[in-house]
């Protein structure tokens, strides 16, 4: 089940309690990418071994350096956090006295960058007390997207974000990691991953059976580690009131993708930047292709430009051409400019 099919999932139990009854015919598994789906299967655990196992494999931890044992904390800064996007999903300290922190994230979000600082940032300040030395433990940021966050590296899915200084990690202690979930579907479905067998790539091909609902390849099930997560993701699970939860407190996920394309919107049209153009590409075309393109395209430009002043619509075009987009792609937006301008 992708972010799509759960998204309407939602709605239809938010309508009728009964249809998840008919989901369930229909899917094997849940979003394993939503915020309570993810919570339930690597939170909940009692041993947390497959948070472990996850963690390490995208961390690429491995001998002494990987992490054998992980205690998950409460959110540690009560009255900070009061709104969803600002609760980590997973805050933990493994048996080094090293913090994770996991956020998994659903969208482009123009403030994503700022929030993985300001968590690592209380994370910090939380390490240090009165009279005590300024020495910090390893941290880690892992970030989960479901959107593709480095369109300039469309071969790479896993991307190390290190603050340099003449060519040397200024502080190697923080690390930030983020996996470009979809990214490594696309490259896997063009054989680009084949020879890839990093134990980051058997885990995303795990998350691929689950969110494309497709048969995992062989060695996926034949391991002790994945067959416990296949059968944890099970929309057979997962009761009625996670659910309801999801939809009331956690992720209104349709409330997600308005705010998304109104991003969208704004950043690529109004701003005219190609960074807001990467952005509204991603929520366009990411989600998948013939959805996203049509909602981007349709929604995102005739409203978009239908909404906006006429230097926005000026601008918007400079941006398409700058991108690269084909000129009978540009030219067909502008007679749709044009058909505004006679129509506002």
């Known amino acids: 089940m992708n972010r799509t099919q759960y998204r309407a999932l939602l709605e239809a139990i938010s309508i009728d309690k009964n249809n998840l009854l008919k989901y369930r015919e ?4 849940a979003y394993i990418l939503s915020d309570g789906i993810f919570k339930v299967v690597f939170a909940e ?3 947390h071994s497959l948070l472990i196992s996850l963690v390490n494999a995208m961390l690429d931890l491995q001998g002494g350096e990987a992490i054998k044992d992980i205690t998950l904390e409460m959110q540690e800064f009560p009255g900070i956090f009061n709104k969803k996007n600002c609760i980590l999903d997973i805050i933990g300290t493994t048996n080094a006295g090293e913090k ?5 994230q659903q969208k482009s979000d123009r403030f994503f960058k700022d929030r993985v600082e300001y968590y690592i940032s209380r994370v910090i300040e939380n390490q240090v007390h009165t009279s005590e030395k300024y020495e910090l433990p390893r941290i880690y940021f892992l970030g989960l997207l479901d959107f593709e966050m480095f369109p300039e ?8 974000v290190d603050e340099m200084c003449h060519g040397k990690k ?13 990214k490594f579907f696309e490259l896997e479905n063009r054989g680009s991953t084949k020879s890839d067998n990093s134990a980051a790539a058997q885990w995303l091909r795990a998350i691929k059976a689950i969110v494309k609902e497709e048969r995992a390849p062989e060695n996926i099930l034949k391991n002790e580690t994945f067959q416990r997560l296949l059968n ?3 929309l057979i699970n997962f009761e009625e ?3 309801n939860l999801e939809v009331k407190n956690m992720t209104d996920l349709m409330a997600e993708h308005e705010e998304g394309l109104a991003e969208g919107r704004e950043l690529g049209f109004a701003e005219g930047k190609c960074e807001g153009f990467a952005e509204g590409k991603t929520e366009g075309f990411a989600e998948g292709k013939t959805e996203g393109f049509a909602e981007g ?4 430009l005739a409203t978009g430009f239908a909404e906006g002043k006429e230097q926005e619509r000026a601008d918007s075009i400079a941006v398409l051409q700058e991108m690269g987009l084909p000129a009978d792609k540009v030219a067909e937006f502008q007679a749709k400019l044009e058909a505004l301008n006679k129509n506002p």
Request: proline content about 5%.
């Open 170 to 182: 200024f502080f190697p202690k923080i690390q930030k990691i983020f996996v470009e979930i979809d």
């Open 100 to 104: 994770v922190l996991v956020e998994v």
């Open 297 to 300: 395209k349709n929604e995102g």
């Open 26 to 29: 229909l899917y094997q598994y």
């Open 45 to 47: 655990e009692k041993s």
């Open 232 to 234: 944890s993701v099970k």
């Open 153 to 160: 590296e469309p071969s790479t899915y896993i991307h190390r």
């Open 241 to 243: 009131e996670l659910f």
